[in-house]
């Protein structure tokens, strides 16, 4: 999946110069990109507020109205993988960046040695960072860490996700079709569920029970089956 990269800067001509290092870097690295350019906080949020899915953001510190700290922060707030580089011209907000547990300072004007290095340990963070799952309900596009998810359930056409803060979000898939997409702490119970088992905190003849305090009913045969998946692969 191609790295998902914003650049948020309101001078145009620092936001080509980063736009085009990016391109360099992906092409010495044969990295897969996607970015895209935004001309403000407010305009980046915007789009956020219907796509949370970026990996990188390259924010300028000082634009007008909300600056790239306070923008950072409000991402921060609900983003804890996200990868935040600031662009500045002065180094005087640096302490500011540990508030947000940003990747690096780079100052303007971007020198392309500096600028690679970044983006090196930005995306080697990425690929060390746990899995995801990224899927799309009726009105947003969401990317949940798939330790955070306790089960997946089948219901007519469409699949229930159900995180372990009580959420569940509804999409309109097939359950088959996340299958490959789970990883090894994933199982599949019956045609109705996929289970994370390292989420299960009972285990009995006729039900599970997950550390949510959630439960569901376990098909006839599925019992031994269970039990020795948790013991395989757990």
Known sequence: MPLRIAVIDDSSADASNAAELLND??????EMINQALFASAEEFLFAYS???CWDILLLDIEMRGMDGIALA??????NDAVQIVFL????????EG???SALHYMMKPAESEKFFSIMDRAAE??????RTLTFKTSDELMRIPLGN???LEASRNYVNIRDDSGRVYEVRKKLGDFENELDYRFFRVGRSYIVNLSKLRRVGRSELQFSDGSMIPLPRGC???????IIERL
């Open 25 to 30: 870097w992906a092409k010495s690295r044969s």
């Open 50 to 52: 219907a796509d949370k």
């Open 73 to 78: 922060k409000r991402i921060r707030a609900e």
């Open 88 to 95: 500045t011209g002065h180094s005087d907000y640096i302490a």
């Open 98 to 100: 540990y508030d947000v």
């Open 125 to 130: 963070r990425l690929r060390r960072a746990e």
């Open 149 to 151: 998810i306790i089960r």
């Open 223 to 229: 019992y031994d089956a269970v039990n020795r998946a």
